[in-house]
């Protein structure tokens, strides 16, 4: 077991404008895993800890050089043997003082992986199942946000685009290359940062969504992106792009009932529809405030 005290340049108190000091020159950021099968993944602090003895996430200061999310899976790991590159963040919740700030970040994890205490800062790293959480002694901040993120933690964001719709609604024009067109907008959803969840309707700040990319007639035939940050899955109409849409709603809606599906386009029949079957719906302006912030 490693035992090892980690340092980034990060580490320091931060006199924040709210009156309090808080861990984190560059602000701090935490993890918290989420698995059906087993629950949610808590950290017990160390009694030497801020709050030291109460239950809360695997987290800490942020690197200089780290955004959030690098800065949560690299203390996950580092705390609780959560491997970082297996990670598969859903939505983030953020704190936010102005001159300090902390990210929760929920992910699952797509490997089996046992965690434990891998450094000294943990007394122990336990599935807690939802319902139980509550009886722990939480840490006060974690504790106040916990009833937010228990009412989210196993649901993840659908982004279903219709890409005939959105490239058509641009000034460029979608009919003079439909194929060019819906690759531009498949490399632009794959190198997509997280979405506000408000611009969404959503709670949580951030979103990292599953999205469906719709294509139909000359588009059909476009190849999905190759190690695209943001993975797309081309989904191809083989007749009607409507149908298709509202079968991979139906679909996203049975297999995850808790799940936020989301369908961009501004088709008045095609909004019915989805809605119709449990799905919301954004315009193509939406879409676009989403992928250029």
Not at 228 to 250: F, H, K, Y
Request: proline letters at 8%; hydrophobic letters at 40%.
């Amino acid at each position: 077991m490693n035992h090892i005290r980690h340092r980034t340049d990060g580490d320091g108190w931060v006199e924040c404008v709210c009156g309090q000091r808080h861990w984190g020159l560059y602000g701090s950021a935490g993890l918290m895993v989420v698995d059906p099968a087993h629950g949610v993944l808590l950290q017990h602090r160390a009694e030497w800890s801020h709050h030291g003895g109460t239950w809360g996430i695997p987290g800490g200061a942020r690197a200089s050089d780290e955004n959030a999310l690098a800065g949560a899976k690299r203390e996950a790991e580092e705390e609780a043997a959560i491997p970082a590159e297996h990670v598969q963040p859903t939505h983030a919740w953020v704190e936010d003082h102005g001159s300090w700030s902390y990210t929760t970040v929920i992910a699952t994890c797509d490997v089996p992986f046992d965690p434990y205490p891998s450094d000294p800062e943990s007394l122990d790293i336990a599935w807690v199942a939802p319902d139980d959480v509550d009886t722990l002694p939480l840490h006060p901040a974690f504790g106040k946000l916990w009833p937010s993120i228990r009412e989210q933690a196993f649901r993840e964001l659908v982004l279903v685009v219709d890409a005939a719709n959105v490239v058509g609604s641009r000034p460029d024009g979608w009919w003079r290359d439909r194929a060019g067109a819906a690759e531009k907008l498949r490399d632009r959803l794959s190198g997509a940062q997280p979405v506000p969840g408000a611009q969404l309707g959503l709670p949580a700040t951030y979103w990292w969504p599953r999205i469906h990319l719709v294509v139909e007639g000359q588009a059909r035939n476009i190849d999905a992106a190759a190690a695209a940050p943001v993975p797309v899955t081309v989904e191809r109409a083989p007749g009607s792009g409507d149908d298709l849409i509202a079968a991979v709603v139906q679909d996203a809606v049975m297999r995850r009932p808790g799940d936020h599906v989301v369908v961009v386009t501004s088709d008045r029949e095609l909004r019915g529809r989805v809605e119709d079957n449990g799905a919301s719906t954004v315009g193509p302006r939406t879409l676009d405030q989403l992928l250029d912030p």
